[in-house]
């Protein structure tokens, strides 16, 4: 009975992975129920993190040619990189913080996976938009 546990839990995880994965295509132009519009609100969230994820891979990398560039002038100078890091950081908690809170207007119903997912789609469109004014070249 001990070696049954073990296989049927594998066996239950194989169903629930192959169930998952057999989803149907979602028309999110025409999403009618909550399931739907939870699922298209996830891949709006996946969306929107994928572009800041790339924008902020740019950012670091244009803080750390700052650093490169001021710290040539005086080490004093240096540190952009980790501001940038540090911001993100800061962020990433409120960004969780603000969306678990958005999604208690609807605390344990079946809305509630949409209203989170779209609050991190915003907030994160709006980061990836603060990102992008860094990248922006300056004029003095």
Same mark, same amino acid.
Request: with cysteine; proline share 3%; glycine share 8%.
């Given at each position: 009975?001990?070696?049954?546990?073990? %296989?049927?839990?594998? %066996?239950?995880?194989?169903?629930?992975?192959?169930?998952?994965?057999?989803?149907?295509?979602?028309?999110?132009?025409?999403?009618?129920?909550?399931?739907?519009?939870?699922?298209?609100?996830?891949?709006?969230?996946?969306?929107?993190?994928?572009? %800041?994820?790339?924008?902020?891979?740019?950012?670091?990398?244009?803080?750390?040619?700052?650093?490169?560039?001021?710290?040539?002038?005086?080490?004093?100078?240096?540190?952009?990189?980790?501001?940038?890091?540090?911001?993100?950081?800061?962020?990433?908690?409120?960004?969780?913080?603000?969306?678990?809170?958005?999604?208690?207007?609807?605390?344990?119903?079946?809305?509630?996976?949409?209203?989170?997912?779209?609050?991190?789609?915003?907030?994160?469109?709006?980061?990836?938009?603060?990102?992008?004014? %860094?990248?922006?070249?300056?004029?003095?």
């Amino acid at each position: 009975m001990r070696m049954f546990a073990p %296989l049927a839990a594998v %066996l239950l995880l194989s169903a629930v992975s192959a169930v998952a994965q057999e989803q149907p295509a979602v028309d999110c132009q025409n999403a009618v129920t909550q399931m739907d519009m939870n699922i298209c609100a996830g891949q709006d969230y996946d969306t929107a993190d994928a572009d %800041l994820n790339e924008v902020y891979r740019r950012a670091v990398a244009a803080t750390k040619a700052m650093d490169k560039e001021l710290g040539e002038i005086d080490a004093a100078y240096v540190g952009a990189e980790e501001a940038l890091k540090k911001a993100q950081r800061a962020w990433i908690g409120y960004r969780d913080g603000q969306c678990q809170l958005a999604g208690f207007e609807a605390r344990g119903g079946s809305m509630e996976p949409m209203l989170v997912s779209g609050c991190l789609a915003e907030l994160t469109r709006k980061r990836t938009a603060e990102l992008k004014q %860094l990248l922006e070249p300056r004029g003095n």
